[in-house]
Structure formats: C-alpha cells, structure tokens
C-alpha cells in the first residue's frame, strides 16, 4: 500500500514539475498572454531573417514584435507591420532598423528614436528604414576582393 502512495506522489510531481516547464516556456518566447499595443508599419528592401513574431526592440529592451509581413507587388518591397507596447511614445522621426544580435544570432528590428517633437499615430508608417545586411554577400565581397577601383 505505501508503494502506491509514493508512485502516486512522484507522478504527481512529475506532473507539477512539467505543468511549471510549460508556464515558463509560454513566458520566455512571449506565448503567453499579449499585452495590449499599438500598429505601426514599414516598408524594408530586405527582410532577410525577420519573420512575425520577430522582437521589435528599443535601447535593447523588446518593445512589441512583428505582426504582418507581406510582398508590396508595385515597390517590390516587404511592408511590414508591427506592434508597439502602449505607453511608448515614438517620434515621427524615428528610424527602423533590422540588427542582427551577433555572427551566428537571430535578426531582431531595432526602433531608433528621433528628436520630433510630435509622435507616431496608431497606424503610422516609419519611412526611415535600414533593411538587413547579407553575412554571405559580404563574405562573397571579401574572398572576390570586393571593388578595388
């Protein structure tokens, strides 16, 4: 009979243990329950390694994520729409950015706020984009020898 009552104990914390994993997993990649933000929009010429759910970060603190990526037919273009955390005021100057978090890391879009004193609307389109670098154009440009004209 004990033998029962201590399978029955491990069991459940084994269950305990598993339901708190995925607690903290669905908390740590952002599953979790959303927090309420703002849309904002960009149009980038090169999206290379953003996907939705991307972080949209500020001063390195993640700020919202990407929410929409689509393929403009007329600019040949990625419009990309993200969200913003309420609170958050922006500029209307600012710049958008995608960085890449080092050599073998993810690209994340970094928001880099301007001097206006006047700030984005819901629904606003930040114009100053800077699109992604390409790690394998730029390794192509130093084994060629790049232009040396």
Do not use: C, H, W
Not at 41 to 67: C, H, M, P
């Amino acid at each position: 009979m004990s033998a029962v009552k201590t399978e029955v104990a491990v069991g459940a914390g084994v269950v305990a243990i598993a339901v708190g994993f995925l607690i903290y997993a669905g908390q740590v990649t952002g599953l979790s329950a959303s927090t309420a933000g703002y849309p904002l929009t960009a149009s980038f010429r090169s999206l290379e390694g953003v996907s939705v759910g991307t972080d949209v970060r500020l001063a390195g603190v993640k700020i919202g994520s990407v929410t929409g990526i689509s393929l403009n037919p007329q600019t040949f273009r990625a419009d990309t729409e993200f969200t913003v955390l309420s609170g958050i005021e922006l500029p209307d100057d600012s710049a958008i950015v995608v960085s890449s978090e080092g050599l073998l890391g993810g690209n994340f879009v970094e928001i880099l706020p301007g001097g206006s004193p006047f700030n984005l609307e819901a629904g606003a389109e930040i114009e100053d984009t800077q699109s992604s670098v390409s790690l394998v154009g730029l390794l192509m440009k130093f084994v060629a020898g790049g232009d040396s004209e």
